[in-house]
T-cell receptor
Framework: KNQVEQSPQSLIILEGKNCTLQCNYTVSPFSNLRWYKQDTGRGPVSLTIMTFSENTKSNGRYTATLDADTKQSSLHITASQLSDSASYICVVSAGRDDKIIFGKGTRLHILP | NAGVTQTPKFQVLKTGQSMTLQCAQDMNHEYMSWYRQDPGMGLRLIHYSVGAGITDQGEVPNGYNVSRSTTEDFPLRLLSAAPSQTSVYFC?????????????FGPGTRLTVT
C-alpha cells in the first residue's frame, strides 16, 4: 500500500536553531517527492521537488535530501525564523498514473 | 495574476443543505483538483479535472459533484451536506496532470456542517 509517514508530528524549537523533519515512504514506482509549507489558514506552497536521481535540493534556508534506496527524505531548516512556524507536508508521486500521496505533515513551532 | 482563488472563505451549513464552493484560476492551467483536509489526516483528493469538459473521481468523491465548463472555473457542489463533510477544502491547479508539475493551492474554504 502506498503510504507517506512523517515524523515528528510536531516540533518546538527556539528561533535561530536548526531542525530536521523526516519523511518515509512506501510508494512504488516512485516518481518524485515534494516538500510543501502550509501556513495556518493558507494553502500549501511548494518548497522543493526531487526526482529519483536527485539527492539534495535547496531553497534558501530549506534543504531537502532524498535517499531513494531507503525511501527516506528529510527537510533541514537552517537558522530558523518565526516565519518558519507552519506545517510541512511531504508529498510523493507514484509512477504510471501519477497518483499523489500526501503525508499528514509536521507542525513546527518557532519560539522567540 | 491572482493565482487560485476560492470563495467563500468560511461557511456554516445545516445538515441537508446544499451549496457550491467556488474555485477559479487565471494561470491557464489545464489540471484542477479539489482536496479536503481534516485534522490528523493528509490532504485527500475529492475530484479532479484534466481539462474543460473532463472530470473524474478522486479518493473520496461521495457526496460531492463537480463540473468544468471553462478552463478557469472548477466549482465543487455539496448535494446534501452532512456533519462528516465538516472540513477545510482546497482547490489546486497545475499546468498539466503530470506529477512533475507544481500544484498551486487556493487559500481554502473552512466548512462547518451542524
Amino acid at each position: 500500500k502506498n503510504q507517506v509517514e512523517q515524523s515528528p508530528q510536531s516540533l518546538i524549537i527556539l528561533e535561530g536553531k536548526n531542525c530536521t523533519l523526516q519523511c518515509n515512504y512506501t510508494v512504488s514506482p516512485f516518481s518524485n517527492l515534494r516538500w510543501y509549507k502550509q501556513d495556518t489558514g493558507r494553502g500549501p506552497v511548494s518548497l522543493t521537488i526531487m526526482t529519483f536521481s536527485e539527492n539534495t535540493k535547496s531553497n534558501g534556508r530549506y534543504t531537502a535530501t532524498l535517499d531513494a534506496d531507503t525511501k527516506q527524505s528529510s527537510l533541514h531548516i537552517t537558522a530558523s525564523q518565526l516565519s518558519d512556524s507552519a506545517s510541512y507536508i511531504c508529498v510523493v508521486s507514484a509512477g504510471r498514473d501519477d497518483k499523489i500521496i500526501f503525508g499528514k505533515g509536521t507542525r513546527l513551532h518557532i519560539l522567540p | 495574476n491572482a493565482g487560485v482563488t476560492q470563495t467563500p472563505k468560511f461557511q456554516v451549513l445545516k445538515t441537508g443543505q446544499s451549496m457550491t464552493l467556488q474555485c477559479a484560476q487565471d494561470m491557464n492551467h489545464e489540471y484542477m483538483s479539489w482536496y479536503r483536509q481534516d485534522p490528523g489526516m493528509g490532504l485527500r483528493l475529492i475530484h479532479y479535472s484534466v481539462g474543460a469538459g473532463i472530470t473524474d473521481q478522486g479518493e473520496v468523491p461521495n457526496g460531492y459533484n463537480v463540473s468544468r465548463s471553462t478552463t478557469e472555473d472548477f466549482p465543487l457542489r455539496l448535494l446534501s451536506a452532512a456533519p462528516s463533510q465538516t472540513s477545510v477544502y482546497f482547490c489546486a491547479s497545475s499546468y498539466s496532470a503530470g506529477a512533475g508539475y507544481e500544484q498551486y493551492f487556493g487559500p481554502g474554504t473552512r466548512l462547518t456542517v451542524t
